[in-house]
Nanobody, 115 residues
Framework: QVQLVESGGGLVQAGGSLRLSCAAS????????LGWHRQAPGKQRELVAV???????RYADSVKGRFTISRDNAKNTGYLQMNSLKPEDTAVYYC?????????WGQGTQVTVSS
């Protein structure tokens, strides 16, 4: 069983930065795909960024150039560096990992950007 724990959310002013972390507990596995999703109040959950085991990345158009996804395979930890934050980035951010074909989700971390 893999458990994902996010951290790093909080309240920040527009233009500021936050770094989210996603730590996968357990051992003896490797994360094939790691992604960050977000869900704002009244909206559907959307994909923000994804990184595969080879290092390729993909971003939502709304965050390109501002957010950077990365991973530390040795630590089974993923990161989302968020710069130039905007009020519309306010949402609960969820970490998602695919391990051996199974899908795992974290509990989410709140990011609030004030104008």
């Amino acid at each position: 069983q893999v458990q994902l724990v996010e951290s790093g959310g909080g309240l920040v002013q527009a233009g500021g930065s936050l770094r989210l972390s996603c730590a996968a507990s357990g051992s003896g596995f490797s994360i094939n795909v790691l992604g960050w999703h977000r869900q704002a109040p009244g909206k559907q959950r959307e994909l923000v960024a994804v990184i595969v085991s080879g290092g390729s990345t993909r971003y939502a158009d709304s965050v390109k150039g501002r957010f950077t996804i990365s991973r530390d395979n040795a630590k089974n930890t993923g990161y989302l560096q968020m710069n130039s934050l905007k009020p519309e980035d306010t949402a609960v951010y969820y970490c998602n990992a695919i391990v051996a074909g199974r899908d795992y989700w974290g509990q989410g971390t709140q990011v609030t950007v004030s104008s």
